[in-house]
């Protein structure tokens, strides 16, 4: 009867054990997996606007406009080691059509209406640095694989940066991979209205900081 009352014991015991570890891992998934949404409430509070550009949200969707110069949305967060992602299509209206998601990126102090001082995941769908390209300001820096957009259309896309290594998916496609630079350490995500005459949209917009995660 004790040998019975002890294998038991030891049966119960290695059950609450598998339970709790399968619990701590759960637990340890559902953590690492937190996404925090940019886009609360159908609404732009905690954005601030640069440049010319007109922005607006309708139905969980921004939407910028150019009509007469760019202009620039920062998001509220200020991150450093990060994971962003959500979808985008961006329409020329006579022009082509150029824009950008920033990271790790702020306003320029000598002028606030400029371009940001920081990394941007290219999105065009024409220029030789198409949409993937890793860009610095003014500069084409990290070549992306191929191109995976065409204009007027939706496609997905997520930046990973962690110290100096970035890399960018297009469509679930890696076109940029650990790609080493070091210039900018911290800062906003921007969506970017580069040309007169376009339309920019973005949904879905959700970031992971993984300093904290």
């Known amino acids: 009867m ?11 015991m290695s059950a609450m054990v598998a ?8 637990s340890a998934e559902k953590k690492d997996d937190v996404w925090i949404p940019l886009i609360k409430n159908n609404s732009l509070d905690g954005w601030t606007t640069h440049g010319k550009a007109k922005w607006r949200i309708e139905n969980g969707v921004i939407i910028g406009e150019s009509q007469g110069g760019q202009g ?8 450093s080691n990060l994971e962003v992602k959500g979808e985008f299509r961006v329409t020329a209206q006579g022009k082509e059509a150029n824009s950008g998601l920033y990271f790790r990126a702020n306003p320029p102090k000598d002028n606030p209406e400029g ?5 941007e995941a290219q999105i065009c769908n024409t220029a030789k640095a198409f949409t993937g390209w890793l860009w610095k300001p ?6 992306a694989s191929k191109l995976l957009t065409k204009d007027g259309e939706w496609f997905s896309m997520k930046v990973r940066a962690v110290g100096d290594q970035i890399s960018i998916w297009v469509n679930d496609v890696e076109v940029v991979t650990n790609f080493k630079d070091a ?10 209205c580069h040309n007169d ?17």
């Open 19 to 26: 339970a709790a570890e399968t619990t701590t891992a759960k």
């Open 115 to 119: 371009f940001p001082e920081g990394y």
């Open 2 to 12: 004790r040998t019975i009352r002890y294998l038991l014991c030891v049966v119960l």
């Open 183 to 192: 210039d900018f350490k911290t800062g906003h995500f921007v969506l970017q």
């Open 197 to 213: 005459k376009m339309t920019i949209e973005a949904k879905n917009l959700c970031y992971r900081d993984l300093d904290k995660h």
């Open 138 to 143: 003014g500069t084409p820096t990290g070549e």
């Open 72 to 79: 620039h949305l920062y998001a509220a967060p200020e991150v």
